[in-house]
């Protein structure tokens, strides 16, 4: 009777380690699972953000393009503030005006008169959001013939 005991307080001590293995990987199997929703919902709020500024970007090209004829203040400011929000949401304009050509962040529409391999003029700005390139900057790029500087 005695070695019943044993044999059975054996098995319970194996049954319960076995038991606290399988509940210190559940435990991590759901923290797991935490952090990995987490990730997913942060994913999922950046590409609703991206597909939203995407729209957006006409509509900030237009009002800047439109600052370009007219000389109004109020124009300014809305235009100062739209980027303001669209900068706190992760969008960051890429430099090019004067840049060496980089295609990677740069869309080259036409090669003209100017020093060989660099930004002679932006026509469209570009963007990335996060540190990934949202818009490519639609420039011109000098092709090193002739006239060295614009």
Do not use: C
Request: no cysteine; charged share 35%; proline share 1%.
């Amino acid at each position: 009777m005695a070695e019943d005991k044993s044999t059975s307080i054996g098995e319970l001590e194996t049954r319960l380690a076995e038991m606290e293995n399988n509940w210190k990987r559940a435990l991590a199997d759901y923290r797991n699972f935490q952090k990995r929703s987490e990730e997913e919902k942060g994913f999922f709020i950046d590409f609703a953000n991206e597909s939203l500024i995407r729209q957006l970007l006409p509509v900030l090209d237009n009002l800047e393009t439109l600052s370009n004829h007219i000389d109004d203040a109020g124009l300014q400011m809305i235009i100062k503030n739209f980027a303001q929000i669209l900068a706190e949401e992760g969008l960051v304009e890429i430099s090019a005006q004067d840049k060496e050509f980089d295609a990677s962040t740069m869309e080259a529409i036409e090669m003209v008169e100017g020093k060989e391999n660099t930004v002679i003029e932006v026509l469209n700005k570009g963007y990335l959001l996060k540190n990934k390139l949202l818009r490519p900057a639609r420039v011109r790029v000098g092709s090193g013939d002739k006239k060295e500087e614009r």
